[in-house]
């Protein structure tokens, strides 16, 4: 498994560990996985467009939430593809739908900001 290998399967495993321990109502658990995904986004970024092409590979991830957190990371490098994903989770229900809707409300409004470089 090469680097960015690596970084994107470690993006995924803690976007799902931060969801599962949402779930249990554990807070300080979730915080730590999502501070461990972000990491991993921004070393995935550091290697500029070739790192985030790395991420876009999880727009077919099975879980929802894995494709969507990587869609809102990504919604200024691959808006069409990103956006296509987040609109079609805000179209269910539940935290992930939430939280696609409100990501494409701060891409509309212009504050959107997870990679503004």
């Given amino acids: 498994m ?3 290998e690596e970084l994107v399967e470690e993006f995924a495993r803690n976007v ?3 969801t599962d321990a949402i779930f249990r109502g554990d807070a300080r658990t979730g ?7 972000i990491a991993a986004f ?5 290697h500029g467009d070739a790192g985030r092409n790395a991420l876009a590979t999880l727009f077919s991830h099975p879980n929802m939430d894995v494709r969507t957190t990587a869609a ?4 200024r490098y691959r808006t069409a593809e990103a ?3 987040l609109e079609e989770a805000a179209k269910g229900e539940g935290l992930v739908a939430f939280e696609s809707e409100e990501a494409l ?3 509309e409004e212009g504050t ?3 990679d503004p470089e």
């Avoid at 915080?31 to 995904?37: C, E, I, L, S």
């Fill in 2 to 4: 090469n680097e960015f």
């Fill in 16 to 18: 799902t560990a931060q």
């Fill in 31 to 37: 915080n730590k996985h999502a501070d461990r995904y």
């Fill in 42 to 46: 921004k070393k995935l970024r550091a």
């Fill in 72 to 75: 809102a990371f990504l919604l």
């Fill in 83 to 85: 956006k296509a994903i």
């Fill in 105 to 107: 409300k701060r891409w």
């Fill in 112 to 114: 959107w900001a997870l």
